[in-house]
């Protein structure tokens, strides 16, 4: 998969989040305009190979807040961060507007946790930057029987939009949507099988970082994540979009190097 010049073939990388919010659920997360350069330059010499930037908080519960709100908080943090570091960044955003103006600033992708199907501009917006993007399964109602299935045709229905609207198909991954409209069992079984997914033929996200899947509270969930993550190298998924990059990578480099040995 290709995002922004950077082409990634094999193995599992660090996508790092840093969020731009005042409420997102892990408050480590959290950055200004003015502490955001020093939590890419720390996320990068920690191994993390992309930056996704969240300007809305999508936890249970959460506000939502309009595009111009978005842009008023990505823009400028956006902009030092290309200014500074070559690594590719993904905005976190299901507005075409805000894709609009963060892809015009150099933003190299759109994490849509809509999967495409929000915003109707939305897929013709990253076609027309030549843009990467992770489409995520997403629900308006909880899931209920075969989650599978569900979660394959939602899928399939915003590759159709995507491929449909010119996004080039080396510039797409896919996200299951781990803690979307799902149960805490359901949850499991798709972290469970995860791999299932690959069959669509596109390079998979897992996004599970410190996630209430894992019970108990979110500063106690760092061990479940590194655990979720090196099972990701296993099963793997491409990508792995995490709150600790530094734990994270460490995990990747250990089970691969077992897998190594292994063989």
């Given at each position: ?7 990634f ?15 997102s ?11 955001v ?27 939502e807040?309009?595009?111009?709100e ?12 290309k ?5 590719p ?8 507007e805000?894709?609009r103006?963060a ?30 993007v ?11 029987g075969?989650?599978w299935?569900?979660?394959e ?6 590759l ?15 996200d ?10 359901q ?7 995860y ?10 996200l897992l ?9 108990g ?34 995990a990747i ?10 063989h």
């Amino acid at each position: 998969m290709k995002i922004g010049s950077k082409e990634f073939t094999c193995g599992t990388h660090v996508m790092a989040i840093v969020n731009l919010t005042p409420d997102s659920f892990w408050e480590g997360s959290r950055q200004t305009e003015y502490t955001v350069l020093s939590a890419v330059e720390r996320a990068v010499e920690d191994g993390a190979e992309v930056i996704d930037i969240g300007a809305q908080s999508t936890r249970p519960g959460y506000r939502e807040v309009s595009a111009a709100e978005e842009i008023s908080r990505f823009l400028q943090p956006l902009r030092l961060i290309k200014k500074h570091f070559s690594v590719p960044v993904s905005i976190d955003t299901y507005f075409s507007e805000s894709a609009r103006a963060a892809l015009g600033e150099g933003a190299d992708m759109i994490n849509d946790v809509w999967g495409l199907t929000h915003d109707a501009d939305m897929a013709d917006v990253i076609a027309s930057y030549g843009a990467s993007v992770c489409i995520m399964h997403n629900s308006h109602t909880p899931l209920s029987g075969d989650i599978w299935g569900s979660i394959e045709d939602f899928l399939k229905k915003s590759l159709d939009i995507a491929i449909s609207a010119g996004i080039c198909k080396d510039r797409i991954c896919l996200d299951g949507g781990i803690g979307f409209a799902k149960s805490r069992q359901q949850n499991l079984e798709l972290l469970g099988g995860y791999e299932r997914l690959s069959r669509l033929g596109y390079p998979l996200l897992l996004g599970v970082s410190r996630k209430s899947l894992f019970g108990g509270d979110v500063r106690d969930r760092l061990a479940p994540t590194v655990r979720a993550t090196a099972s990701a190298v296993k099963k793997g998924i491409m990508f792995v979009r995490v709150h600790d990059v530094k734990e994270n990578v460490e995990a990747i480099k250990k089970e691969a190097f077992n897998g190594q040995g292994v063989h």
